[in-house]
């Protein structure tokens, strides 16, 4: 699905992250702080992360994923995620958004994550 269509119809847009951004590897920092309840995992090592944008003004948007849709805490994760980062100097704005397209998989688990969980 091109941009424009997947904007038009309400999907989030997953492009790539801002890794040249000087925040870049503070707010990737902030996300290791959040960790899902139910795996001792940070949520970036999970790969719930899918995309940091930050812009020149320092607003950040990320979009992320949950392990599930019904997972138990999913109306409170985007919020300790943008509490995390908005704590960061120098961050004008965070927004968080929610996708299930792709659907997460454990293929997207960093080595680190796969380690510690046992699964190499």
Known sequence: MDDSKAAAEGAPVIRPSSTEHPLYEDVVDACRTVFDPEIP???FDLGLIYTIEIDEGNAVAITMSLTAPG??????MPGWVQDAVES???VREVSVTMTFDPPWGMDMMSDEARLELGFM
Do not use: M, T
């Not at 997972?71 to 409170?76: I, K």
């Open 88 to 90: 960061l100097p120098g």
């Open 71 to 76: 997972c138990p805490v999913a109306g409170e």
């Open 41 to 43: 995992v940070n949520i």
